[in-house]
């Protein structure tokens, strides 16, 4: 019997999935609690017209996600910290410090979205990598001086 996925079943596939199985295990299994639905043609049809409106989502948000890091790159935030006579920083510039530089230039951007391995402790240029999209990343220059 084939059945359509509505959801990701460990060992048979995943949503959206057509797949083959034994009728007691669609009958018994699958169609009460819901993870499939019998392969008709109506349905067939239903799912393909989702997963064609799933694609049309994920191509808009990657462009919407390819215009940001085309602005993104042309950007060079500077942050103002407190440092001593050797440019260390008296504490750090953190990713939430960044973050909120680009809120400020207006940039809406989760700090969990930029990759900075470790916090800045001293004063100067840096880049700082930003993952947008799962296929989507970009960079900004961060540039840390002196607070006065």
Same mark, same amino acid.
């Given at each position: 019997? *084939? ?21 007691? #295990?669609?009958?018994? #299994?699958?169609? &009460?609690?819901?993870?499939?639905? *019998?392969? /008709? ?18 191509? /808009?948000?990657?462009?919407?996600? *390819? ?8 950007? /060079?935030? /500077?942050? &103002? ?33 930029? *990759?900075?391995?470790? &916090? ?5 240029? #840096? ?22």
């Amino acid at each position: 019997m *084939e059945v359509i996925l509505r959801e990701d079943v460990p060992k048979l596939g995943h949503r959206g999935d057509i797949v083959t199985v034994k009728e007691g #295990y669609a009958r018994n #299994y699958l169609l &009460p609690r819901k993870l499939a639905l *019998e392969a /008709t043609a109506s349905n067939r049809q239903q799912i393909d017209a989702m997963k064609a409106a799933a694609a049309r989502q994920r191509a /808009t948000e990657k462009s919407g996600a *390819e215009s940001l890091a085309a602005q993104l790159a042309a950007l /060079t935030l /500077t942050i &103002p910290a407190k440092a001593g006579e050797s440019d260390q920083l008296f504490g750090s510039v953190t990713a939430m410090d960044v973050a909120a530089a680009l809120e400020a230039k207006g940039f809406h951007i989760d700090k969990r979205k930029l *990759e900075l391995d470790e &916090p800045l402790k001293t004063l100067g240029e #840096y880049k700082v990598g930003l993952r947008l999209h799962p296929e989507v990343t970009a960079s900004v220059q961060v540039n840390v001086v002196r607070e006065e």
